[in-house]
């Protein structure tokens, strides 16, 4: 989907093999403790549009933290599950064809308020 639409996938070796055997043309690229370049070294360059990150395991969760501590210091948005990734993907994918219109949850909901809330008084000192 996203490759379809022009965006280069980037990943470690198993997502990368898993990715392939789908036919999607992906670049392998170094686990964090494998060296450079890794993914936070492409973040911190400005080479990285979006982060989907799905850590499992101990490692995983390790390098995860790096991984989306450089994401967020850069404002680069993070996915952290395989749902977001693929909604935000149909959303970006949308867009860029100039598809759909964005609504707000609170629309969808009917729990948007047309008026901002009084604030709460503050209780009367006493002496």
């Known amino acids: 989907m996203l490759h379809d639409a022009g965006f280069a996938i980037v990943a ?12 999607i043309p992906c670049e ?3 686990k964090l403790h494998e060296g450079s370049p890794n993914v936070v070294d ?3 360059d400005g080479e990285v549009g ?3 990150n799905t850590p499992t395991g101990s490692g995983a969760r390790t390098d995860g933290w790096e991984i989306r501590g450089a994401a967020v210091a850069r404002g680069v948005p993070c996915l952290t599950t395989l749902s977001g990734g693929l ?3 149909r959303a970006i994918v ?3 064809r100039g598809e ?9 909901h009917g729990t948007r308020r047309l008026a901002p809330a009084t604030p709460p008084t503050a209780p009367a000192q006493t002496a």
């Open 28 to 30: 392998v690229i170094h």
């Open 87 to 89: 909604a935000a993907a």
């Open 12 to 23: 470690t070796r198993g997502t990368a093999e898993a990715v392939q055997r789908m036919g």
């Open 42 to 44: 492409l973040i911190e």
């Open 100 to 108: 759909g219109t964005v609504t707000t949850l609170q629309d969808v």
């Open 50 to 52: 979006l982060v989907v």
């Open 94 to 96: 949308s867009s860029a």
